[in-house]
């Protein structure tokens, strides 16, 4: 099937795409998702810990919004609105699996990035607990102020 031949106009699907993932992405950016069960980078990892939470879902909106430009763009370039490179898929299959490929790479990358972070935050709260003032208290005890992870 050739561009454009489908039920939807060549270069559709990345543009739909692109521009929601890129507009749903930035409330997580701003870290301004907080944590649920419906919206966000949602893990056991990120579900279990606010610092988790936030940290990742910021980083993967940040993702999230270059991943839905990069997407429309692609779209555009289908679509013959700005000249394209020749090796760019013209066939609306090999579009819809790009921009597919596309979304589960950036959640793959999300949950890895969710789980080294909070294995990290792991062993900062564990050095931390570890380590005793002169006084006997614990260092970072509770009602010191975190640092915010980023």
């Known amino acids: 099937m050739l561009a454009g031949d489908g039920p939807l106009p060549s270069g559709f699907t990345p543009i739909t795409m692109g521009w929601l993932i890129a507009v749903l992405s930035v409330p997580m950016a701003l870290r301004e ?14 579900l279990g810990d606010p610092r988790v939470w936030y940290a990742a879902n910021a980083w993967s909106g940040k993702g999230g919004i270059v991943l839905g430009v990069a997407l429309f763009s692609f779209g555009l370039a289908v679509r013959g609105v700005f000249p394209a490179p020749r090796w760019l898929p013209r066939t609306d299959g090999l579009v819809t699996l790009t921009s597919i490929l596309s979304l589960l790479a950036w959640a793959a990358a999300s949950a890895v990035y969710a789980e080294l972070l909070a294995a990290r935050l792991a062993r ?4 931390r607990a570890a380590a005793v003032d002169a006084d006997g208290d614990p260092a970072g005890a509770p009602g010191a102020p975190d640092a915010r992870v980023e």
């Open 33 to 46: 998702v907080e944590p649920n069960g419906t919206y966000g980078l949602r893990t056991s990892t990120t």
């Open 124 to 127: 900062e709260d564990a050095a």
